[in-house]
């Protein structure tokens, strides 16, 4: 199993590009997130699925988009990056919502 | 709303100290609560969690017990290492199972 992947590992973007942050799990998990994570502000909750073709908004979820073709995949699209976007992004996938969460390794995105 | 709050770090502790980080939350209902930690350039990883009142977490040597009454969930560990140098997340899992909110995280340094 080789768990929660993400890529790219590191990403600069202009303000006013648009990319997608890529997330997959191999482990069947119908429960898939996205956070960001700023200095003194912990994680925040971007976006999160309960299954395939199913996604709600989290605590911070403007200027991001998902979705949920598939199980093993979580993609988060930012249409239109903002330095605001600068961050580490975390995506988490888990057997169900009460579940325990596996953490992917990041993603660092530097917005200029 | 909810949220959690944990105490400002940086904490830097001998070996074979003893050492408690403090949280507590806010919350309608009856969460559950979590600590994670993050070790350098990883994900977070789930240390401990408790789902009801009075339920202790452990593993590792660390533990929190979950207090409804004082609204807390201190994490302790009676003789630290040097592999304990990370930085803590406490998070609590919102009364719908689909929203998490962590704290701001405390870092802790180990000095042998």
């Known amino acids: 199993n080789a768990g929660v992947t993400q890529t790219p590992k590191f990403q600069v973007l202009k303000t006013g590009q648009s990319m997608t942050l890529q997330c997959a799990q191999d482990?069947?998990?119908?429960?898939m997130s996205w956070y960001r994570q700023d200095p003194g502000m912990g994680l925040r909750l971007i976006h999160y699925s309960v299954g395939a073709g199913i996604t709600d908004q989290g605590e911070v979820p403007n200027g991001y988009n998902v979705s949920r073709s598939t199980t093993e995949d979580f993609p988060l699209r930012l249409l239109s990056a903002a330095p605001s976007q600068t961050s580490v992004y975390f995506c988490a996938s888990s057997r169900d919502s009460r579940d325990t969460q596996y953490f992917g390794p990041g993603t660092r995105l530097t917005v200029l | 709303g909810n949220s959690v709050t944990q105490m400002e770090g940086p904490v830097t502790l001998s070996e074979e100290a003893f050492l408690t980080i403090n949280c507590t939350y806010t919350a309608t209902g009856y969460p559950s609560l979590f600590w994670y930690v993050q070790y350098p350039g990883e994900g977070l990883q789930l240390l401990l969690k408790a789902t009801k009142a009075d339920d202790k977490g452990s593993n590792k040597g660390f533990e929190a017990t979950y207090r409804k009454e004082t609204t807390s969930f201190h994490l302790e560990k009676g003789s630290v290492q040097v592999s304990d140098s990370a930085v803590y997340f406490c998070a609590l899992r919102d009364n719908t199972g689909n929203q998490f909110y962590f704290g701001t995280g405390t870092s802790l340094t180990v000095i042998p």
């Open positions: 482990m069947n998990h119908e429960y």
